[in-house]
């Protein structure tokens, strides 16, 4: 059974290539903490109900059940965000802290997508031991 096929599965995927891309993101920031001029840059969040919709049909039984979702599509653009603070003499732009709590908050979205990942696999794998016993 190929688990790519099953949406869930294949969201899960992007999610994972988008974490991994912020990952290097952060991480070329961090090097270049002391580069002057160098400004620090971000990966822009995918839209996880976009990709959903995309992937899954929905359909709507009341018109104000589906309202408030966001419209645009799942793109993982990196882009550079103005800076909130200073510069330093030297034009860099980096805060290693700032970086660090996105680092942080990358890994527990890792995390997070792991355990609802495993919980689903083995949901189907159960399912699935028992369809065949």
Do not use: C, W
């Not at 096929?5 to 991480?27: C, D, H, M, P, W």
């Not at 109900?49 to 599509?73: I, Y």
């Not at 993982?76 to 860099?92: Q, W």
């Not at 290693?96 to 495993?118: A, F, H, P, V, W």
């Amino acid at each position: 059974m190929d688990l790519n096929n099953i949406s869930l599965f294949n969201i899960a995927g992007k999610e994972f290539a988008y974490l991994t891309e912020r990952q290097k993101v952060i991480a070329a920031n961090i090097a270049n903490a002391n580069t002057p001029g160098y400004l620090a840059k971000d990966l822009e969040k995918p839209k996880f109900a976009d990709e959903l919709k995309s992937t899954v049909s929905l359909r709507m039984t009341h018109e104000k059940h589906m309202s408030g979702l966001p419209t645009s599509g799942f793109s993982t653009k990196v882009y550079t965000p103005k800076p909130d603070m200073a510069l330093t003499i030297d034009g860099n732009g980096v805060i290693i802290e700032d970086q660090l709590n996105k680092m942080s908050e990358t890994k527990g979205d890792y995390n997070r997508l792991i355990t609802i990942y495993t919980q689903f696999k083995n949901m189907l794998s159960t399912a699935n031991t028992q369809v065949n016993s």
